[in-house]
Structures are given as C-alpha cells and as structure tokens.
C-alpha cells in the first residue's frame, strides 16, 4: 500500500472511530438532581452521586454484596432483577480476536505516544503521535491523563479468558464482546496453578508475571 493511501485509511479510521463518543465510559449527571445518582458504565456494582455543580462524585460508591445497581430505578437493586448495560471500552490492545475485515487502533501498552494499525497488512502497523500528544485508544490528545491503562482490565472478545494482572493465580472470563469484567468474572486457577496468557490457561509451572502489584513500600 503506498504511503498516501495509508494516509487516507488512517484518516477515515480516525473519522469513524470519532463518531463514537469518548465519554461513554464516564459516569453522566446531565439533567439530573444534587443527591441522585448514576450508574458507572465500566461496573455495574458501582454508582456515583451527582453533586450540585451538575458533575459526579469523584468516587464511586459499591452497592451492597449480591446487588448490582440498576440504570431504572437508580438504587442498589437484587442482582437477579437488574437492568445494567456496559460501555464499550475505547482501548484496545490486541489485533487478534477482531472481525477479520475490521480495521481498527490499538495501544502501545509500553509507550502511550505510540500505537498500531490493525487490518491492513498481516502484523500490526506502528504508529507515533505528533510530538505532545498521546494516545487515548481512538486518536492522539494533548491531556497525557487520558493514556491507555493496561492495568484495566478489558474483555476484548466473548468465550475468551484473559489474566488478572494484578495476580497471576487469577483470570477473568469473558462472557461477551467489548466490557469490562466484573467481580462475577473474576476465578481463581486450581490446585496452585498458574494463569498464561500465551497458552490462555491454567497450568503448573507457567511463568508467574503480575505486572499491576502495587509495591508496598
């Protein structure tokens, strides 16, 4: 493919993936009162509070075990009678597991200014932001808060299982495309065994990596 036609397909890319919207994933209190309160996109576990400038809290309260919050009735409802819908995440870190005619970004987990193509030639095409942006899993920004964290966690295709990366004894599996798994999704290898990635299973022996432990110090 010659340079300018690459161009052009990272233009229209860049185009669709605009269409959209970034904040999806981000707790909304548009028309709604002080005191009420709205579901997290990414949990549905979780809540916010709407505070009397129109913004949520900048925490996110946990309803009680075995409750799930629903997006209705806004309260803390029995996880079996809940209505919850995810956001689609608008990171992406893998080019396998995708509609094989999609073309798509996905992120540098190593450098926030970089990323890749995907879809158009048999590996990943690297690619760099302009000089004092970063990438935000859909185009390059200015705000560097708003990289790519490859310490959450994303279910990127259904009847997948992908490690927890804060303990490699852990996984989550993916029951559906495109969310962020929960609590419910989260299991434990058995018998001492070890989550790998490369192998996408539990096995003796396998090479322990737990790339999001917080350091005690």
Same mark, same amino acid.
């Given at each position: 493919?010659?340079?300018?036609?690459?161009?052009?397909?990272?233009?229209?890319?860049?185009?669709?993936? =605009?269409? %959209?919207?970034?904040?999806?994933?981000?707790?909304?209190?548009?028309?709604?009162?002080?005191?009420?309160?709205?579901?997290?996109?990414?949990?549905?576990?979780?809540?916010?509070?709407?505070?009397?400038?129109?913004?949520?809290?900048?925490?996110?309260?946990?309803?009680?075990?075995?409750?799930?919050?629903?997006? @209705?009735?806004?309260?803390?409802?029995? %996880?079996?009678?809940?209505?919850?819908?995810?956001?689609?995440? !608008?990171?992406?870190?893998?080019?396998?597991?995708?509609?094989?005619?999609?073309?798509?970004?996905?992120? @540098?987990?190593?450098?926030?200014?970089?990323?890749?193509?995907?879809?158009?030639?048999?590996?990943?095409?690297?690619?760099?932001?302009?000089?004092?942006?970063?990438? @935000? =899993? &859909?185009?390059?920004?200015?705000?560097?808060? !708003?990289?790519?964290?490859?310490?959450?966690?994303?279910?990127?295709? !259904?009847?997948?299982?992908? %490690?927890?990366?804060?303990?490699?004894?852990?996984?989550?599996?993916?029951? !559906?495309?495109?969310?962020?798994?929960? &609590?419910?999704?989260?299991?434990?290898?058995?018998?001492?065994?070890?989550?790998?990635?490369?192998?996408?299973?539990?096995?003796?022996? %396998?090479?322990?990596?737990?790339?999001?432990?917080?350091?005690?110090?």
């Amino acid at each position: 493919m010659s340079p300018s036609l690459l161009r052009l397909l990272i233009i229209l890319v860049l185009g669709v993936a =605009g269409v %959209a919207s970034e904040d999806s994933c981000l707790p909304d209190c548009t028309n709604r009162t002080a005191g009420e309160n709205v579901p997290d996109p990414k949990n549905c576990h979780r809540y916010y509070t709407c505070l009397t400038n129109n913004e949520p809290s900048d925490v996110a309260f946990e309803c009680e075990d075995d409750m799930k919050f629903d997006m @209705n009735s806004l309260k803390c409802v029995n %996880a079996d009678n809940v209505t919850c819908s995810f956001c689609e995440p !608008q990171c992406k870190y893998a080019c396998a597991g995708m509609s094989p005619d999609e073309t798509f970004f996905v992120a @540098n987990i190593n450098d926030c200014t970089k990323y890749y193509l995907c879809g158009v030639y048999d590996d990943p095409f690297p690619l760099s932001c302009e000089p004092g942006t970063f990438f @935000n =899993g &859909i185009k390059c920004v200015k705000d560097e808060s !708003q990289c790519c964290d490859p310490c959450i966690v994303v279910c990127e295709s !259904q009847f997948t299982e992908i %490690a927890d990366p804060t303990n490699c004894h852990n996984f989550y599996y993916c029951s !559906q495309d495109k969310y962020y798994p929960e &609590i419910d999704d989260l299991h434990t290898c058995p018998n001492g065994e070890v989550f790998s990635s490369k192998d996408s299973g539990c096995f003796y022996g %396998a090479n322990c990596t737990e790339p999001c432990v917080r350091t005690v110090l």
